[in-house]
T-cell receptor, first 115, second 116 residues
């Protein structure tokens, strides 16, 4: 079974609008962390935001926020006020405490911001 | 500033050649990882290492081997390169888990390998 599922291969958003990128996960470990990364066309993976399974509040980092719904096992990334520079691949990942050395990645979502 | 470096950004090799991809991190991280990335498949783990001279197979280790002689360096070896190993290769490092907050991985810039 897939540990991380991203069901949107590609998304388009108008500049200055908000966009939600979906991510669902599968784990039986009560303690885990969820991560989002951005990969521009240049190839480097940039860490965006982290959510711990015990965190009471949704994580926020500037224009990025994580809509964490633990019961539904979803951790959607919300980008507010999209900019042209947000066009990139976005990957959701999970790290479990019990298998803590390994990260599990989704297949990614390609976001295109339209001027 | 954290740093993971990879020996090449672009590499072109011939079928059958032995290929070395080097990765160095300066953060004193215990864990190091090699992934390959292909369109539509995301990142797939080839090998990882949680200590010097230790290695663990990931999801797709066939055709690859690794070496970790020093903590900061993790090498990926293609013993006999094949065209289906043409891909983007990403190295990453992280601390070991501990405490309630799980640390992110830090990635190198990637190596785009073309095998002809």
């Amino acid at each position: 079974a897939q540990k991380i599922t991203q069901t949107q291969p590609g998304m388009f958003v108008q500049e200055k609008e908000a966009v939600t990128l979906d991510c669902t996960y599968d784990t039986s470990d009560p303690s885990y962390g969820l991560f989002w990364y951005k990969q521009p066309s240049s190839g480097e993976m940039i860490f965006l935001i982290y959510q711990g399974s015990y965190d009471q509040q949704n994580a926020t980092e500037g224009r990025y926020s994580l809509n964490f719904q633990k019961a539904r096992k979803s951790a959607n990334l919300v980008i507010s006020a999209s900019q042209l520079g947000d066009s990139a691949m976005y990957f959701c990942a999970m790290r479990e405490t019990n298998t803590g050395n390994q990260f599990y990645f989704g297949t990614g979502t390609s976001l295109t911001v339209i001027p | 500033d954290v740093k993971v470096t990879q020996s090449s950004r672009y590499l072109v090799k011939r079928t059958g050649e032995k290929v070395f991809l080097e990765c160095v991190q300066d953060m004193d991280h215990e864990n190091m990882f090699w992934y390959r990335q292909d369109p539509g498949l995301g990142l797939r783990l080839i090998y990882f290492s949680y200590d010097v001279k230790m290695k663990e197979k990931g999801d797709i280790p066939e055709g690859y081997s690794v070496s970790r002689e020093k903590k900061e360096r993790f090498s990926l070896i293609l013993e006999s390169a094949s065209t289906n190993q043409t891909s983007m290769y990403l190295c990453a490092s992280s601390t070991s888990t501990g405490g309630e907050s799980l640390e992110t991985q830090y990635f190198g810039p990637g190596t785009r390998l073309l095998v002809l």
